[in-house]
């Protein structure tokens, strides 16, 4: 088991009266898969925000190395080597694929660019990467598919010397094939020392990948467990019901979230 | 396990490059010229279209145009030299406004901003540089607070550019500088950028939609070009060197030494880059169809030179030489394509334009990308007004009215830039300024009335743009 990069402890977040975390625990290793997992609004996008640095924590604290860190924006959070891989793809279609993996961040003079020096370092991210459904660097986004872009994406957070790279949904959309490629993605991240946080919704891509599963029930932290002594159906009862067996919450919540 | 600090760093930039890249199998740098050109059809049938319709309805133009008029004049050189010069006003303006319609926005004011610079610039040449006794305490007032108040809101949006130059066009006016023709462009240009901070405050930092924004402007300017000229009465632009703008010749000398900066130039940055990008392994078009490209400009260029260097009149008064306006287009061209391709600004504003939400993300300045843009079409716009002013000898109340803008906004969609965003180069600006110029002057030719001329304009604009949703609904549907 290696080091923690990054851990949460008793983080609360609430929005106005609305409490939507609640004391959550969360620990993310190098070189490993952390799958979130949880039902519809359980707190993962927020637990998301929080660690992206859009949204401050109210309570608890965030380590990073063992140190606490504040995490008031999302320059800071991408300071540390935090990078988070949207849903909804953070990529302009119009640019080319090395000019999106350095938007915001282009190589060079203002007031001229190194295109050369931008154009290999995307190839050898992507190669590093093992990347090879990619005709060219120099191809626009727009003619991508759905997994290519979603490679693009994670390629992307790779580039920036990430230490945690946090994916939500990144398969949500795609094909059987697609999907391959991204798990196989996620893989090799995590081979590469990068502490990954998965967030899904797909039981089948979790047990695939992960190698610890974090499953969140109504704001809680109800479990944290390594992916081989959890059964498929005992993770859907914690995401359920917030328990299963010894698992989970000590006692039942009521009827709530049934 | 600890994973060592050297693997978490970069560990993907660290890769043996060596070995790996190899893995990057499919990654085609170098293509062969059929490939390239088997490539490029499929960019075609994917609606990546550029200006390739706009290019082809140029040179149907011309051919259609010469057979139809029978007199001859169409195609006579004196005709297409003064069809540079008529066209070369709104073609600027139309190149400005690419910046606009890159980030997905639309500058309806830029005609009547024009405009106005152009009324400031001759209210100034005509008084003499006393702008407060041309146009009275309480205007000149309120004229001098509004560029302080444009400069401080430049600030609040970072376009710290704009700021610099409407503090300088006020003090110009403030100190009463004597009337000069250099001074009276640089005023139009400041006069630009100040209508420009004032649209892009309103449009990036409180929200306004860019439609209405300059829907508004453009009456008020409308309204300010009236006030300072007064109703009915013109403001001559008697001199020398303004008139020369659109007016004036190189000489024979100063043509070929154009045509040898221009194309040499052209020649020397795209073999350079070529030879960069083979030397490096990146992503590079195949030398062949790079040498064809430079020789085809280099020739067409010597011929144009060659042509405009003879006497074109039909009179006793010899008229040679390159206009004047050619280098000037030029000038911006080259200024606006290296900002938009070699720049971090450039960059940005297609960003904003493809995504804005992704542009936001990846920790770019919004706001201040959609307030400069503002400014630069302004400013464009300024120098189309000294443009157009100079060919017609004064500014009239009716000054970049009418149908100045939509002329421009034509330009540039017509030459393949897209209402959408995104998609366009300020290149697209002077084709489609060509394509509009050759429709006007060829039915003008034909003894159409305005009639005619109005509707075929608006038809050829209407197909442009429906050209522009058509590949745009192409690439999409390409693109899943």
Redesign the interface.
């Known amino acids: 088991m290696s080091e923690p990069i990054l851990q949460l402890r008793s983080v609360s977040k609430s929005f106005g009266a609305v409490q939507v975390l609640h004391d959550v625990d969360l620990t993310v290793r190098a070189g490993e898969v952390t799958a979130l997992v949880g039902d519809n609004g359980a707190g993962k996008s927020t637990l998301v925000k929080c660690v992206a640095g859009i949204h401050p924590i109210d309570g608890g604290e965030i380590l990073f190395d063992g140190d606490p860190v504040a995490l008031h924006s999302p320059s800071d959070a991408s300071k540390l080597g935090i990078e988070v891989v949207y849903q909804d793809l953070a990529l302009a279609d119009n640019l080319d694929i090395v000019q999106n993996m350095f938007l915001g961040r282009e190589r060079g003079r203002p007031w001229l660019l190194d295109e050369s020096d931008m154009e290999q370092a995307a190839r050898r991210t992507l190669a590093s990467l093992s990347v090879r459904t990619v005709t060219s660097v120099r191809t626009p986004v727009a003619s991508l598919s759905g997994g290519q872009r979603q490679t693009v994406a994670i390629a992307k957070a790779v580039l920036w010397d990430s230490r945690v790279v946090l994916l939500d949904e990144p398969t949500a959309a795609l094909g059987v094939a697609q999907t391959r490629q991204v798990l196989d993605l996620v893989r090799r991240l995590a081979e590469q020392g990068i502490g990954v946080v998965l967030i899904s919704h797909n039981m089948a891509d979790v047990f695939e990948v992960a190698d610890r599963i974090a499953t969140l029930y109504l704001g809680r932290m109800v479990a944290e467990v390594p992916t081989r002594d959890v059964t498929h159906g005992q993770v859907v009862e914690l995401i359920t019901a917030g328990r299963s067996g010894d698992l989970g919450l000590a006692r039942p919540e009521g009827v709530v979230g049934q | 396990?600890?994973?060592?600090e050297k693997?978490?760093?970069?560990?993907?930039?660290k890769?043996d490059?060596g070995n790996?890249?190899?893995?990057?199998?499919?990654?085609?740098?170098a293509r062969t010229t059929g490939e390239a050109i088997r490539g490029y059809l499929q960019g075609l049938r994917?609606g990546?279209l550029g200006s390739l319709p706009a290019l082809l309805g140029l040179a149907a133009l011309f051919v259609l145009f010469t057979i139809l008029d029978s007199g001859g004049t169409f195609p006579s050189l004196l005709n297409l030299a003064n069809l540079l010069q008529q066209g070369a006003g709104r073609t600027i303006i139309a190149m400005g406004l690419v910046f606009v319609l890159l980030t997905g926005e639309i500058d309806l004011a830029a005609g009547t901003a024009s405009g106005l610079a152009a009324a400031l610039m001759a209210l100034h040449l005509v008084s003499g540089g006393n702008m407060l006794g041309a146009m009275g305490g309480f205007v000149f007032a309120v004229l001098i607070v509004a560029m302080l108040v444009a400069a401080a809101l430049a600030i609040w949006v970072r376009v710290w550019a704009g700021a610099v130059v409407s503090v300088l066009t006020a003090v110009i006016l403030l100190i009463g500088v004597p009337a000069n023709p250099w001074i009276e462009m640089l005023l139009a240009v400041g006069v630009g950028v100040v209508v420009g901070c004032l649209t892009g405050f309103l449009v990036a930092r409180i929200g306004m939609p860019s439609f209405v924004v300059t829907l508004a402007l453009f009456i008020t300017w409308q309204g300010v070009i009236l006030q300072l000229i007064g109703d009915g009465g013109t403001l001559g632009l008697r001199d020398p060197v303004i008139n020369a703008v659109a007016n004036g010749n190189l000489s024979t000398l100063g043509s070929w030494v154009l045509f040898v900066v221009a194309a040499g130039g052209y020649a020397a940055v795209m073999l350079l880059q070529q030879r960069?990008?083979l030397h490096?392994?990146?992503?590079a078009k195949p030398t062949g169809l790079v040498l064809i490209k430079v020789g085809a400009v280099v020739v067409l260029g010597a011929v144009a030179t060659f042509l405009l260097t003879r006497d074109r009149s039909p009179g006793v008064i010899a008229i040679s030489g390159i206009p004047y306006v050619v280098p000037i287009v030029l000038v911006l061209l080259v200024l606006g394509t290296y900002v938009l391709d070699?720049?971090?600004?450039g960059?940005?504003v297609?960003?904003v334009?493809?995504?804005r939400?992704?542009?936001r993300?990846?920790?770019?300045d919004v706001v201040r990308i959609r307030a400069a843009v503002f400014v630069i079409s302004s400013a464009f716009a300024a120098i189309g007004a000294i443009v157009y002013s100079s060919k017609v000898g004064s500014v009239s109340p009716a000054a970049g009215g009418g149908n100045t803008l939509l002329f421009a906004v034509g330009a540039a969609v017509i030459g393949g830039t897209s209402l959408f965003g995104?998609?366009g180069r300020v290149s697209n600006a002077v084709i489609g300024g060509a394509v509009l110029a050759t429709v006007e002057n060829g039915l003008g030719l034909l003894k159409q009335p305005a009639a005619v001329v109005f509707i075929i304009t608006g038809l050829v604009l209407l197909l442009a743009a429906g050209v522009d949703v058509l590949s745009r609904r192409k690439?999409?549907a390409?693109?899943?």
Do not use: C, W
């Open positions: 396990m600890t994973a060592p693997q978490q760093k970069s560990a993907a930039e890769a490059p790996r890249a190899a893995d990057f199998g499919i990654d085609t740098t994917n990546e960069n990008r490096k392994g990146l992503v070699r720049t971090r600004f960059r940005h297609y960003a334009g493809g995504n939400e992704a542009a993300r990846a920790g770019i995104g998609r690439s999409a390409a693109g899943r």
